[in-house]
């Protein structure tokens, strides 16, 4: 991940996450890549 390039908020985010080891990459970022599938079915 390359800091210089993201915006100061993003790379606040980012590292805080990093360096407290709290959260991961899809913690904040499922489904932008992919469509979440249809959970409304599911118990």
């Known amino acids: 991940m390359d800091f210089t390039r993201q ?3 993003a790379q ?3 590292s ?3 360096e407290q080891g709290t ?3 899809i913690d904040c970022h499922k489904g ?3 469509r979440l ?3 409304a079915e599911v118990p």
Do not use: E
Request: glycine letters at 0%; aromatic letters at 6%.
């Open 12 to 14: 606040f985010a980012h």
């Open 23 to 25: 959260r991961t990459c």
């Open 32 to 34: 932008i890549a992919h």
């Open 7 to 9: 915006t100061r908020r």
């Open 16 to 18: 805080t996450a990093l």
């Open 37 to 39: 599938p249809n959970m």
